[in-house]
């Protein structure tokens, strides 16, 4: 049974910043990506960024630079560090798994219940 569990949303100012984080659990025979997803009201859900586990990273072009995606093997924890946050950024943000790269949501099957982030 593969779980994922999202946390720290919130509200901030503009210029703020916020780390996201991602508890996973259960087992997936060939894992190989972790990403964020995020959705804002009436707009698709859009890749943000996404990590492999040889570490390399993917960035949609209007977080680069500002946001930061990392896991921690160890704990089974993945992070997004969210910095000089705007008000475009506000949206439900989703952790998801699965087998391949990039930043398409279909190629995830797996997917967390989102966390809430509002830049004022």
């Known amino acids: 049974h593969v779980q994922l569990v999202e946390s720290g949303g919130g509200s901030v100012q503009a210029g703020g910043s916020l780390r996201l984080s991602c508890a996973f659990s259960?087992?997936?025979?060939?894992?190989?990506?972790m990403g964020w997803f995020r959705q804002a009201p009436e707009k698709e859900r859009e890749g943000v960024a996404s990590?492999?586990?040889?570490?390399?990273?993917s960035y949609t072009d209007s977080v680069r630079g500002r946001f930061t995606i990392s896991y921690d093997n160890a704990k089974n924890i993945l992070f997004l560090q969210m910095d000089s946050l705007k008000v475009e950024d506000s949206a439900v943000y989703y952790c998801?798994?699965?087998?391949?790269?990039?930043?398409?949501?279909?190629?995830?099957?797996?997917w967390g219940l989102g966390t809430q982030v509002t830049v004022s």
């Open positions: 998801a798994a699965g087998s391949v790269g990039g930043l398409v949501a279909s190629a995830f099957p797996y």
């Open positions: 990590i492999n586990m040889d570490g390399s990273t």
């Open positions: 259960g087992y997936i025979y060939s894992r190989y990506c």
